[in-house]
């Protein structure tokens, strides 16, 4: 992998972070509305495990667990 690369993996996960934390908040302050959009909640919670996904995948190619 080359130093380009890697840098764009690294940006990529760290705005991936970011959209998650960003969710998580979204989320939390969905479920203390007095009448909470559970249809909204399920939508943001499945978009939420997607970057969890995607941001364990990039952590997969930058940080690869070598065992031997």
């Given amino acids: 992998m080359t130093e380009r690369e890697e840098r764009e ?6 705005k991936l ?4 934390r960003d969710l998580d908040m979204a989320i939390y302050a969905l479920e203390e509305t007095p009448r909470p959009d ?5 939508r943001l ?21 070598i065992t031997a």
Avoid: T, V, Y
């Avoid at 993996?9 to 760290?14: G, H």
């Avoid at 972070?17 to 998650?20: C, D, I, N, P, S």
């Avoid at 559970?38 to 399920?42: A, F, G, R, S």
């Avoid at 919670?45 to 667990?65: G, T």
């Fill in 17 to 20: 972070k970011e959209e998650h």
């Fill in 9 to 14: 993996l690294r940006e990529a996960l760290a």
């Fill in 45 to 65: 919670k499945k978009r939420k495990l997607h970057l969890r996904d995607r941001i364990q995948e990039i952590e997969d190619i930058l940080f690869p667990d």
């Fill in 38 to 42: 559970h249809l909204q909640i399920k």
